[in-house]
């Protein structure tokens, strides 16, 4: 089993920053996904960043050049540096983790909430 703790949300104007963290612990595969999505009322759950085990980031068009994602394997940990907020960005910011070994699953933390005024 994988659990995912998220923190670091919070209330922030227009152009603030926040830095998200999502720590991972139980039966976790040095081969896997770890990522951020987000969501609001009403609408799908979309992508904003992965990143894998080796490196390799992907992000979404919408929060490219603002948004970093960083992991520490170490600390089965995923980060989240978030510059430049826009209101458009509140939403509920969910962890990931999608193991590429056996046996196959992703998992999802609870959510933290992003509130950004403008």
């Known amino acids: 089993q994988v659990q995912l703790v998220e923190s670091g949300g919070g209330s922030v104007q227009a152009g603030g920053s926040l830095r998200l963290s999502c720590a991972a612990s139980?039966?976790?595969?040095?081969?896997?996904?770890m990522g951020w999505y987000r969501q609001v009322p009403g609408k799908q759950r979309e992508l904003v960043a992965t990143i894998t085990s080796g490196g390799t980031i992907t992000y979404a068009d919408s929060v490219k050049g603002r948004f970093t994602i960083s992991r520490d394997n170490a600390k089965n940990t995923v980060y989240l540096q978030m510059n430049s907020l826009k209101p458009e960005d509140t939403a509920v910011y969910y962890c990931?983790?999608?193991?590429?070994?056996?046996?196959?699953?992703?998992?999802w933390g609870k959510g933290t909430l992003v509130t950004v005024s403008s």
């Open positions: 139980g039966s976790i595969s040095m081969l896997n996904t």
């Open positions: 990931n983790l999608d193991r590429q070994s056996f046996p196959y699953r992703n998992y």
